[in-house]
């Protein structure tokens, strides 16, 4: 299995064209999908991205939260964001292997 790595917990197999857990090699999706939707997914209130995060509500008016992305074979926290609750996760990482 050829990979490249993609960020800090996660390589592409560049044979297969899938992203992987660098962990435990669990294969969460294809390389030109988003793996966060293939990820356990953590939703939690804006508070708990932690001190230094400054209430939304002087910002913006949108319904915001806090969301913690894990592998689903080993529970390895893979990223989090901060995003409009409605919305989709964040789309970080297109690949063209072509």
């Known amino acids: 299995m ?13 044979d297969a064209e899938t992203v992987v857990c660098r962990r435990c ?15 356990l997914c953590e939703r939690l209130p804006v508070e708990d991205a932690g001190p230094l995060v400054n209430d939304p509500v ?14 689903p074979g080993c529970a390895t926290q893979l990223a989090t964001e901060l995003v409009e609750a ?8 297109e690949l063209d292997l072509g």
């Open 2 to 14: 050829a990979r490249r790595r993609l960020d800090a917990h996660l390589d592409v197999d560049t």
């Open 58 to 71: 002087e910002y913006v008016d949108d319904d915001l939260e806090f969301r913690k992305f894990y592998c």
């Open 86 to 93: 409605d919305l989709e996760p964040v789309h970080e990482v």
């Open 25 to 39: 090699d669990e294969t969460l999706c294809d390389a030109d999908e988003n793996y966060k939707l293939h990820a």
